[in-house]
C-alpha cells in the first residue's frame, strides 16, 4: 500500500513561530516503509521502486516489528566518521557504510489511514508504537522552542537544514504544501574565476564559470556553478572574463584535471574573484549545489583558499 509523500516547499523567508515543530532536514534518500499482514517489509523510494537490497539492516529492523500493518515516513542517510549526514556517502552506500533510517511520520496503523490527523497527533503515536526500534532506525528529533536556537542547535549537529511543519497540518500525499517549508543552511566562501564554458540553448553569454583556490601557492580546482545570476551581473562578468581569456589552463595542481571535450572551456587569467553559496566540499575537494552569490573585489587572487 505505497503512498505518495507530502513534500515541503524551499523557503528563503524567516522561520515561521508559533504554532509550528521543526525536525532537522536530512540530505539522504526520501522512503515510505509499508507492512502489511506482517508480510515483509517494502522500502519504496518516491518514483515506487523498492529499495530493499541496498538496506539489508533497516528492512531487517523494520521487520521485527510488533505492529503487522503500518506506513512509515522517513529519509535513509549515510552518516560518515563524524556522525553527520553525507549525501556522497549515500551514493556508494555498502556494508561498510553507516545508513540510518530517520522516521518522522506515521501515515497508517493497523489499516487506519492517519493522514488526516493533525501532525502533533501523528506525530505523538509515531513514538508511542515504534520508539523502541534499534538503529538503524531512529526517530527523528523535533522541536518546538523558538526557530533561531533550534536552527541553531541543528546546525551544530551537521544536517543540512531545518524543516518547519505546522503543528496542526494534515498530510497530503503527493503535494508540495506550504504546510511543510524546508529551509536550507549554506557554507559561503571567495572562488577565483579560471574560466567558463560555452552556453547550451541560453540567452546568457556562459554555460558555468569554473572556480578555483590557491592551497600551498598551488591553483586547485573547486568546481562549476552555474545559478544565481541575473542577466545584468552575467554580461559585465562574461565582458570582464572575456579580456582576460588565455589559451591554456591556469590550474597547476598535480595531477592535472581531466575536463570533458563537451564542455567547450574558455579559460581565462585567474583575477577576478566571487562569492559563491554551496552545500558541503565533496570527497573529491568539489563544491556541492553551488549558487552565485557577487563579485568580490576587497581580496588578492592569492588570499583565496579553501576555508
Known amino acids: 500500500m505505497f503512498l505518495e509523500p507530502m513534500l515541503a516547499k524551499s523557503s528563503h523567508c524567516q522561520i515561521p513561530y508559533p504554532g509550528w515543530i521543526y525536525e532537522p532536514k536530512i540530505d539522504g534518500m526520501r522512503i515510505i516503509a509499508v507492512k502489511f499482514d506482517n508480510q515483509k517489509t517494502v522500502l519504496f523510494s518516491r518514483r515506487k521502486l523498492s529499495e530493499n537490497e541496498r538496506f539489508p539492516a533497516i528492512l531487517k529492523t523494520l521487520n521485527s516489528t510488533e505492529e503487522s500493518t503500518w506506513v512509515l515516513d522517513g529519509e535513509i542517510a549515510a552518516l560518515d566518521q563524524q556522525g553527520k549526514p553525507s549525501f556522497h556517502l549515500l551514493q556508494k552506500a555498502r556494508d561498510k557504510v553507516l545508513t540510518v533510517f530517520y522516521l518522522f511520520d506515521l501515515l497508517s496503523l493497523r489499516k487506519r489511514d492517519l493522514r488526516r490527523l493533525p501532525l502533533s497527533t501523528r506525530k505523538d503515536l509515531l513514538y508511542h508504537f515504534f520508539y523502541h526500534l534499534p538503529s538503524p532506525v531512529r526517530l527523528i528529533p523535533y522541536f518546538s522552542e523558538e526557530p533561531e536556537k533550534v536552527a541553531a542547535k541543528i546546525n551544530e549537529l551537521g544536517f543540512e537544514g531545518v524543516v518547519a511543519k505546522r503543528a496542526d497540518s494534515v498530510y497530503t500525499s503527493g503535494k508540495r504544501s506550504s504546510a511543510w517549508l524546508k529551509f536550507k543552511f549554506l557554507k559561503r566562501q571567495e572562488f577565483v574565476i579560471i574560466g567558463w564554458t560555452e552556453p547550451k ?107
Open 201 to 307: 540553448g541560453s540567452l546568457r553569454p556562459f554555460g558555468s564559470l569554473l572556480l578555483g583556490y590557491y592551497q600551498n601557492n598551488v591553483l586547485c580546482y573547486a568546481g562549476r556553478v552555474g545559478s544565481g545570476f541575473s542577466e545584468q551581473t552575467a554580461l559585465e562578468l562574461y565582458r570582464l572574463l572575456k579580456k582576460l581569456e588565455i589559451s591554456s589552463t591556469p590550474l597547476s595542481q598535480s595531477p592535472p584535471i581531466q575536463f570533458p571535450r563537451s564542455l567547450s572551456i574558455h579559460w581565462t587569467k585567474p583575477m577576478i574573484l566571487c562569492e559563491v553559496a554551496f552545500r558541503e566540499w565533496t570527497a573529491v575537494g568539489k563544491i556541492r549545489q553551488p549558487v552565485f552569490v557577487g563579485i568580490r573585489t576587497d581580496k588578492s587572487p592569492l588570499e583565496v583558499s579553501r576555508e
